[in-house]
């Protein structure tokens, strides 16, 4: 994985350490998941579509960038984790159907 995000993860660290507030770590945990599944079984979150999907594509999309409708319910499920964990006192207003 590549570092894209530069300052903006400890920036935000930083400012909720400073503010005293919860912070989800969706940035350390979506990475684990990807290192975890490696580089070709982690495509299947992205936005990777070919012509034999969407006819109407010149060339296939390779978006390592943007979650697909599995990747975003893969990332839901981690929020939903990190808001149990971090902030207990909300998880009454989750729906996990349970």
């Known amino acids: 994985m590549k570092d894209t995000h530069g300052d903006y993860v400890p920036a935000l660290r930083q400012v909720a350490a400073e503010q005293k507030v919860p912070l989800l770590e969706l940035n350390t945990c979506s ?3 990807v290192q ?5 079984r982690s495509e299947k979150l992205y936005l990777w579509v070919g012509p034999d999907e969407f006819p109407e594509l010149e060339k296939p999309k390779e ?3 943007h979650f697909n409708a599995y990747g975003a319910t893969r990332m839901c499920d981690l929020a939903v984790d990190e808001i149990q964990q971090v902030v207990p006192e909300l998880a009454h207003y ?3 159907g349970k």
Do not use: K, V
């Not at 975890?36 to 070709?40: F, H, N, Q, R, S």
């Open 94 to 96: 989750l729906n996990t």
């Open 36 to 40: 975890a599944l490696g580089p070709e």
């Open 63 to 65: 978006d390592d960038t």
């Open 31 to 33: 990475a684990e998941i």
